[in-house]
């Protein structure tokens, strides 16, 4: 239903942003196809401003599912996605520019198709 569909995005949104906005623009990667990205956080900063990074954490599309691995687990995000592409901002490279694509097949056999676009604020 439509309602599935929403749903769908809605849990892309929330994972994709509380992700992201933690996500340091130096060590931001997007795959050569646009439909993934790798990048890290920052876990603790030392007083003389030494950084302790988290481990590498990877969003990519794989057979309808977006999927979050973060080295030690691979977790479904999201399913019924038909797209999704990562780029960073033309104008400002510290916002990362998400286009998203879900699509599923009604009771009615119709097809339920919704986007969104998401601008994320990575952190400096």
Known sequence: TF????????????????DLKQGHLGTVQIGAANNSVTFRIPIAVANQG???????????LNAGQLLRNDGANIKVVANNINAIVFNLGA???????????????????ELITSTMQLDIALRN
């Open 3 to 18: 309602l599935d569909v929403k749903q769908e995005l809605r849990k892309v949104k929330e994972t994709l942003e509380k």
């Open 50 to 60: 030494d950084i302790t990074w988290g481990p590498w954490i990877t969003y990519s």
């Open 91 to 109: 104008t400002n490279p510290k916002i990362m520019n998400v286009d998203i694509t879900v699509n599923k097949i009604s009771l009615r056999r």
